[in-house]
């Protein structure tokens, strides 16, 4: 638990909330969160300075091998417990729109671990992330990702069975014309950088964190 | 020399025509015999006809009856999906919270889900060429099978927040593997242990030690304690786990192409054989064939003076669909280095 008290200032309140988010401590980011409300605290600077950057410091963790898998989805679960309660707060808009990311595991497969954490720092980066689980068909990437003005898909996958449903959404696209439009990128165990040339991809990244340094920079590109 | 004359030789020091070579063919056995993957489900004697007809048709030195890592945890409940014509996965655990781990019971292996047909086939392919070659069946570890029964993220959350709940479920997965491991023992084959889950992909090296290394531990024990020796294959990466590994008694470590094999060779090399590490999906089933010759004599030049031993072998199972040449190309590069290994064959 925090030792968060009334008396300090946002500050403080902002490193309590990310110190919250990367000791695990839910109950602790709950009501550092509740108290940052209480206090009128600005929500938007609450979740950028405390719970956002809590879970990059964890994402550098996960990066230098300090914390596993178990570590980071604990990390995740005291971030969104915070940003359910801070959310309803943010009183002034974001300078602008959120990008899109549609992200899912491609038909064929049910692990979805990997596109978890993916999607668990894309959150955390500013991205607003369309979630199309697991088992997904090529086509309804394609058409979430018009659906929604996304601008980049992010296609997952452990099976090497089902590596050919990711060349499916590129070329997908390619044939509707839409190529252009969408910045493509993939991962997961059997996917390498030749494949993801060799696919026509965009990029590809060995880890959730660098999945999304590669987003950022693809994003940028699409916008 | 059958792969059986070449293991005994090897492992006694003695000369051997060339090192043995595994490329972990699994499903690849349908292409053989030209049946769907699905047609293994339920049929003992086709996964059987089918191992028999790839180990034939590519002379490498371990059968292991393997379809995918689910049965056991199938056996208990856990929903499995059957595509028509590719590896079967897993579509829901069998339970989705700790308060229903009371609800699981251990396998009956002559009884539940597949298992009787899975035990049939590697009674059959012993049967058929056991004689010759080292015929294994692949058994999923306790913690494996654990997140299969109530889904991986379940199972790691609890592992920081209620880790007897944890121990509970691997107790009943541990309970079940050892009953399987004996049915696979009497049926003439050796268990060979995949523990894919306690990758440090996935939980940390400490967490393996308190999770996935007093059941491996046990059901490797039981194993010996039969006089066989075991195979320990866990994914990805893995270099903090090596010494946790070889203590669970395991005589070999299979190691994936996300480890490095020379540094392995250094750390446990002179306490375990070592296995590996061409990449099954980068090398194996995209590659070329000269890739694949090209990535073979690296493994070899990286552990093939490994103090217990080196078994030439692709970092982990091989897709289906990976091409005959390149399992040809893996063996053809083995049988051209030879015995006694010139590093000059190695270039």
Known sequence: MTNQTLSDSPADLYQSLSDAVVGMDEDGVRALATAAVERGVDAYTAIDRGLVDGMSRAGVLFETEEYFIPELLLCADAMYAGLDILRPHIVRASTRARQRVVIGVVEGDTHDIGKNLVKIMLDASGFEVIDLGRDVPPQRFVDEAVAQGAEVIALSTLMTTTMDAMAEVVTLLRDAGLRDRFRVVVGGGPISQNFSDRIGADGYSASAPGAVKLVKQLAGEAA | ?347
Not at chain 2, 16 to 40: H, M, Q, W, Y
Request: glycine share 8%.
């Open chain 2, 1 to 347: 020399m059958t792969p059986i004359e070449r293991f005994a030789a090897y492992g006694r020091g003695e000369p051997i025509d060339r090192l043995p070579c595994v490329p972990i063919v699994g499903n690849t056995a349908a292409r053989v015999i030209g049946v769907k993957v699905s047609e293994f489900r339920g049929n003992g004697k086709l996964i059987a006809d089918a191992q028999v007809a790839a180990y034939r048709r590519f002379g490498y030195d371990v059968i292991r009856v393997f379809t995918d890592l689910y049965t056991q945890a199938e056996a208990m409940g856990a929903r499995v999906h059957y595509p028509d014509d590719e590896t079967a996965y897993l579509q829901a655990p069998a339970i989705d919270s700790a308060d229903r781990i009371g609800t699981l019971r251990p396998a009956d292996p002559h009884r539940d889900g597949n298992l009787p047909h899975h035990l049939e086939a590697m009674e059959r392919t012993v049967q058929a060429v056991g004689h010759e070659a080292v015929v294994t069946g692949a058994l999923t570890g306790p913690f494996t099978t654990a997140s299969f029964l109530i889904g991986t993220e379940t199972l790691v959350r609890l592992a920081l927040k209620n880790p007897a709940a944890v121990h509970q479920l691997c107790g009943i997965a541990l309970e079940a593997s050892l009953a399987y491991a004996e049915a696979i023992l009497d049926a003439g084959c050796t268990p060979s242990v995949t523990d894919a889950m306690c990758s440090s992909k996935v939980i940390s090296p400490k967490q393996f030690r308190e999770f996935g290394f007093p059941y491996l531990k046990k059901l490797i024990g039981y194993i010996n304690s039969r006089g066989r020796a075991v195979t320990l294959h866990i994914c990805g990466k893995t270099r903090g786990i090596w010494e946790a590994m070889a203590d669970t008694g395991a005589a070999c470590l299979s190691i994936d192409n996300d480890a490095d094999l020379a540094e392995a060779k250094t750390k446990v090399g002179d306490r375990v054989r070592l296995m590996g590490n061409v990449p099954p999906s980068e090398t194996m089933l995209q590659g070329t064939t000269a890739e694949v010759r090209q990535a073979t004599r690296r493994v070899i030049a990286q552990a093939h003076d490994n103090p217990k031993g080196f078994v030439v072998a692709s970092g982990c199972s091989l897709p289906v669909e990976t091409p005959f040449a390149n399992i040809d190309a893996m063996l053809d590069a083995v049988r051209e280095v030879g015995w006694p290994i010139r590093t000059e064959a190695l270039a």
